[in-house]
């Protein structure tokens, strides 16, 4: 209805100059009957063109009128949309702080997942200290298996050293000595 006013409007200052008495001619001319999907093509009709003259006042109460039929509406729309964007805000929010806890949530996945992987190489490296452990104990018995192997050889070579002196000596005393003369 309001494209049709318009419409009229285009067409009714192409005929004449604008009159500013407040009012729209919504009458059909032959220009504006165009067949729509449902109707048939429309009658020639004869504008109406009669100029309704409205009081100032008149004017101003039936603004008034509609203002305040239609604003208390408007302010109690207005005071939902604005509850409705505070309680958005709020969702947003607790939808945030959800959102922090789910990844909370994941890190403490990712903890137990590095607790439980610090708890494997723990028991490796318990492993791993025992062995050294035991190689260290068996080092020490070792170094102390040939520090006695050492001294029993030196020893040995000592007794060898001290037979063969002996011999020696032995074969010196042995061999005869010339006589000397006098």
Known sequence: METEGRADEGSSSQRDPPQNTG??????????????????????LVPVEEPIVV??????????GLL??????????????????????ILLD??????????????????NS??????????????????MIMLHEKTTKLKKRAL???????????EKEQQREKELERERQLIAKPAKRT
Do not use: W
Not at 114 to 131: C, M, P, Q, S
């Open 55 to 64: 009081d100032r006042k008149a004017i101003e109460k039936l603004t008034e």
């Open 23 to 44: 009012s729209y001619d919504f009458s059909l001319t032959p220009q504006d009957s165009r067949p729509t999907e449902d109707s048939q093509p429309a009658e020639k």
């Open 148 to 158: 006695k192997l050492q001294q029993q050889r030196q020893k040995e070579a000592m």
């Open 114 to 131: 590095l607790f439980t992987e610090a708890k494997f190489y723990h028991g490796k490296l318990v492993n791993i200290r025992k062995d």
């Open 94 to 111: 607790t939808l945030d702080q959800e959102v922090t806890k789910f990844r909370e949530c994941n890190s403490l996945l990712d903890l």
């Open 68 to 89: 305040s039929h239609y604003l208390p509406d408007l302010y109690s729309s207005k005071q939902a949309l604005l509850e409705l964007n505070q309680n958005q805000v």
